[in-house]
């Protein structure tokens, strides 16, 4: 970084994507508050950057132009060869990977959660680490206005034998009624919702 009075510059000429980027300031690990962040695989909060394709402002010379029709000798009837089907697909995008139901906990309990990030929004999100709870965890993050609301939903997951045990006969002789295959969650399981605090 370059210094320019008080401030330090830097330009780099990146491509588009999402970057993450931090400070250190005196050996410590710094982010800027007033920008947008987000959590590393590690738990560490870096600030984050997305870089977007040039767009010309002069829209109007876009609609004149006119491309030139594809050369017939570009169409073919060709299989796709053993390599297009070896290839793995193509990785998720990292920023959804650091959502907010994977965070782990912070130290100081009264701490704020970062602002989430447009692309994470309206999005369902699976727990990846075991539940302490023996639960099903799914969260996802909505916005009102400028109030960010993430809902929590728990599921327990039953085991088969437990949901067996239920068909056996009663003392009375007759069966419990066991879950139907078409009913989405049996009775006695109940789904409970916690929203996180709103956020400014």
Known sequence: MQ???RDFNIVKLLPPGVYQYKFIVDGDWKYAADQQA???EMGNVNNVLEVQENVPENLDSLHSFEPPPSPTSSYNQALPSQE???KEPPGMPPHLQLTLLNVPPALDATAA???PQHVVLNHLYCQRA???VNALVVGTTTRYKSKYVTTVMYKPQRRRADLLSQGSPSHSGRSSPSPSRH???PQNVRMSMAPTSLQN
Do not use: E, H, N
Request: aromatic content about 12%; hydrophobic content about 30%; proline content about 17%.
């Open 3 to 5: 210094r320019s009075g």
């Open 38 to 40: 987000m959590y590393d």
């Open 84 to 86: 297009d089907w070896a």
């Open 113 to 115: 959660l970062p602002r």
């Open 130 to 132: 075991p539940s302490t």
């Open 183 to 185: 009913d989405p969650v």
